[in-house]
């Protein structure tokens, strides 16, 4: 039998790999920086070959060592899955779940949630990472995350999701626009007026929705943040309207800027806000419990 690469080396390759600096992945491994450069001078020696470039300035992984980091990551999820068959636990909400989350999403419900779920389940610690849908995707199927909380409609070939609730866009506007009047904003003028959007690559602005392609097709929108926030801080100036979600608004992100919310007429959907998760994971029925918690949270409060 060959022998076996070491799991804590892999886990030092994997530390190396996300900080590209020997003593910052060296405090994350709780461990010396020698320790950790002997533990991947071993784990080179084992696979016959270099795994990492270092110069005085710069650490850079090889092909070899992007390849092993893939494989490493894998066995490392293997083996915390093997940890928990034995441990009677992956099943309930304790211990810690790793949750990525969107920018769009983040900042407008985990306040809101937060001190619910940790009333609810006192045990439970929960690991958030906040960044766009495709890399979220990413780290979900390699193992590094258990769930997302993201937008749809979006592509989660092979995952499970659970729908939360919808979430309807609105027109915002300045104080002093033509608009900040009106009842209602006809979704077939939004190509006419003057939209500020986010990136292209932005979840709010690529997603497949009717509202927001007609939106994005407008011939005056010229200008592009990476936030809503910025968005609403340029509306608050004068410089155009916006579309903000219902999270957004029932956060007061509109409120600090002389902004206006008016109803979109003739919408014929929202976006969906759910959790996506692997359908294998032994942490599966726990955040599905978790998913119907949230869901009842976030139920629209009758009049």
């Given at each position: 039998?060959k022998?076996?690469?070491?799991l804590r080396?892999l886990?030092?390759?994997?530390?190396?790999?996300?900080?590209l600096?020997f003593?910052?992945?060296a405090d994350?491994c709780?461990?010396?920086q020698?320790?950790?450069?002997?533990?991947?001078?071993e784990?080179?020696?084992?696979?016959?070959g270099?795994l990492?470039?270092?110069?005085?300035?710069?650490?850079m992984l090889?092909p070899?060592?992007?390849?092993?980091?893939?494989?490493a990551r894998?066995?490392?999820?293997?083996?915390?899955?093997?940890v928990?068959?034995g441990?009677?636990?992956?099943?309930m909400?304790t211990?810690?779940?790793?949750?990525?989350?969107?920018?769009?999403?983040?900042?407008?419900l985990?306040?809101r949630?937060?001190p619910?779920?940790r009333?609810?389940?006192?045990?439970?610690?929960?690991?958030?990472?906040e960044d766009?849908?495709t890399p979220?995707?990413?780290?979900l199927r390699?193992g590094?995350?258990?769930?997302l909380?993201?937008?749809?409609?979006?592509a989660?070939?092979?995952?499970?999701?659970?729908?939360?609730?919808?979430?309807?866009?609105?027109f915002?506007c300045?104080?002093?626009h033509p608009l900040a009047?009106?009842?209602t904003?006809?979704?077939?003028?939004?190509?006419?007026l003057?939209?500020?959007?986010?990136?292209?690559?932005?979840?709010?602005h690529a997603?497949a929705?009717?509202?927001?392609?007609?939106?994005?097709?407008?011939?005056?929108s010229?200008?592009?943040?990476?936030?809503?926030?910025?968005?609403v801080?340029?509306?608050g100036?004068?410089?155009?309207?916006t579309?903000?979600p219902?999270?957004?608004?029932?956060?007061?992100?509109?409120e600090?800027?002389?902004?206006?919310?008016?109803?979109?007429a003739g919408?014929?959907?929202?976006?969906?806000?759910g959790l996506?998760?692997?359908?294998?994971?032994?942490r599966?029925?726990?955040?599905?419990?978790?998913?119907?918690?949230?869901?009842?949270?976030l139920?629209?409060?009758q009049?």
């Amino acid at each position: 039998m060959k022998p076996a690469p070491n799991l804590r080396h892999l886990g030092y390759l994997l530390a190396l790999a996300e900080y590209l600096n020997f003593s910052r992945a060296a405090d994350a491994c709780l461990v010396t920086q020698s320790t950790l450069s002997a533990g991947i001078r071993e784990l080179e020696t084992l696979i016959g070959g270099q795994l990492a470039e270092r110069t005085k300035r710069q650490v850079m992984l090889t092909p070899l060592g992007r390849l092993v980091c893939d494989k490493a990551r894998m066995m490392l999820q293997l083996s915390d899955e093997l940890v928990d068959l034995g441990s009677g636990r992956p099943d309930m909400l304790t211990g810690r779940l790793e949750i990525g989350v969107i920018p769009t999403v983040g900042p407008f419900l985990l306040p809101r949630l937060m001190p619910a779920i940790r009333r609810r389940y006192p045990d439970l610690e929960l690991g958030w990472r906040e960044d766009k849908t495709t890399p979220l995707m990413e780290r979900l199927r390699a193992g590094q995350l258990d769930a997302l909380l993201m937008a749809f409609p979006h592509a989660v070939n092979g995952l499970e999701t659970m729908v939360l609730f919808e979430d309807v866009y609105h027109f915002v506007c300045h104080a002093d626009h033509p608009l900040a009047t009106a009842e209602t904003v006809d979704v077939e003028d939004l190509p006419q007026l003057d939209l500020l959007l986010l990136e292209k690559d932005h979840c709010l602005h690529a997603h497949a929705i009717p509202l927001l392609t007609a939106a994005a097709g407008g011939t005056r929108s010229n200008f592009s943040a990476t936030s809503l926030h910025t968005l609403v801080a340029m509306v608050g100036e004068g410089q155009g309207a916006t579309l903000l979600p219902t999270i957004a608004i029932e956060a007061g992100l509109h409120e600090a800027h002389s902004s206006v919310v008016v109803p979109i007429a003739g919408q014929t959907q929202a976006r969906q806000i759910g959790l996506v998760w692997r359908g294998q994971s032994p942490r599966a029925s726990a955040i599905r419990e978790l998913g119907f918690y949230l869901r009842h949270q976030l139920k629209p409060k009758q009049d």
